[in-house]
């Protein structure tokens, strides 16, 4: 059994890659030639089905279900002051206008970033109570499954450390006194959300090696 990660993202890649060794992983380019995926679930749980399904469409096409399965992560940070903003728009949250709708394809981690620490700042707030979500979608031959992970602290109105990716040196976990973009690879590895998805994941993933050896 193989695994096909439903992203061209590199750190995606390399992070679910360090959790899920044991397992032959491809980012999604090195399988099938990359293609617009329209996310239009309103929970990460729908968004992660919809890559994961999307995926394992086209390796049907290449008649490779029999041995290949597709792994997806739709995740994103909540920040309470914000009423859960950015949320499952935490990729594209420097494109979401005023009314909630998506308009452009400008957003990058710098950008969407700025506009989280602007928001905060409008509120004249240093920090605000905040979480991570990670939902893992798994397709294949034997159907659909899901699994979430969560990390729960706050985030703050000021970028520290540059280590990681997307909202990391503005979050700092529960139990810590440095953002995630200040701590150690190794220690992100046991708390975080997509580390805790996985590991659910991972009893699906067992079962499913099982049925296709």
């Excluded at 044991?22 to 380019?29: D, F, K, R, V, W």
């Excluded at 939902?135 to 990390?151: L, P």
């Amino acid at each position: 059994m193989k695994i096909v990660l439903a992203t061209s993202n590199l750190d995606k890649v390399k992070e679910i890659k360090e959790y899920l060794k044991g397992y032959e992983i491809y980012a999604l380019s090195e399988i099938v030639k990359p293609f617009e995926i329209v996310e239009d679930g309103s929970t990460f749980q729908q968004n992660a089905l919809i890559k994961s399904r999307a995926v394992f469409a086209k390796l049907k096409e290449q008649e490779l279900e029999d041995e290949f399965i597709s792994l997806s992560d739709d995740s994103g940070i909540s920040v309470d002051a914000l009423g859960g903003e950015p949320g499952i728009y935490s990729a594209r949250y420097f494109d979401l206008d005023e009314n909630g709708k998506v308009c452009g394809k400008n957003a990058n981690d710098a950008n969407n970033r700025a506009k989280l620490i602007s928001k905060l700042k409008v509120l004249n707030l240093k920090s605000s109570p905040a979480h991570y979500t990670a939902c893992i979608a798994i397709s294949s031959k034997f159907g659909d499954f899901t699994a979430h992970g969560f990390m729960y602290g706050k985030a703050i109105d000021e970028e520290r450390g540059t280590n990681g990716f997307g909202y990391d040196a503005l979050f700092i976990p529960d139990g810590f006194t440095k953002t995630l973009g200040e701590l150690d690879n190794e220690t992100k590895l046991k708390i975080s959300h997509r580390s805790k998805g996985l590991e659910l994941a991972n009893f699906v993933l067992k079962s499913l090696k099982k049925n296709f050896s």
